[in-house]
């Protein structure tokens, strides 16, 4: 056999004798991995509660759950208010006003309050005794400016008994009255509860009894009392 070919000979033999030792390393290194993989397949699953899922194989797919669908509720009708309209405000009438009597009142104190005089205060609320006003009464103020009230045109045929009214003015007296009526200074003072003819106040009103009599009508003099003011 040729040298040359004595050497091939050798490096193929060599060669096959390598290859024969790798087949079972390779083999060897393969059962390894296996058994590696297989360890750690079981480790999953054991841990995984069975639930084995290795590249996607075996794997469950959840099937999804159908939410319910959602109705729409008919829309609520919005209620519709409605605006009270606010009331005007109408003005106080700042005429005439009311007054309550208080202890330590007077009439004169109460007149210089609201600027007006006694004798209306006295005219406008038929108070007979100007100095006897009980307290808790209800007084009503007249305008300043106002009037005292007029009395009613004594009918032309008054008859003796026959009653009217009369409002005291400024300067009147019981005696000027009496005679203006045909009557008398006592008559007047025992029919209206006056206790003393000297205290007679402009606005009160006197209740008269005709007299049958007519006397001359008086003049007051010097020492005749007279209506007074009560402001």
Known sequence: ???????????IESYRRRR???VPIL????????VVVGVFLIVI?????????IGGLGATTDTPTASPTQTPSPPTATPTITLTPT???TPT????KSYIMELGDTLSS???????TSELIVAYNDIADPNNVPIGTELIIPEPDSELPTLTPLPPDLKPGDK??????????????????????EAIAEENEIEDQNSLWAGTVLIITVGATPTPTLTPGPGTPTATSTS
């Open 1 to 11: 056999m040729p040298e040359n070919d004595q050497d091939a000979a050798e490096v």
């Open 20 to 22: 024969e030792r790798m």
């Open 27 to 34: 083999l060897v290194g393969l059962a390894v991995v296996l």
């Open 45 to 53: 699953w054991v841990t995984g509660d069975g639930d084995l899922n």
């Open 87 to 89: 009331p005007s405000n």
């Open 93 to 96: 009438p700042e005429w005439p």
């Open 110 to 116: 109460i007149a210089e309050q609201f600027g007006v």
């Open 164 to 185: 009217i009214e009369y409002v005291v003015r400024l300067g009147d007296n019981l005696a000027s009255i009496a005679a203006t009526f045909n009557t008398t200074a």
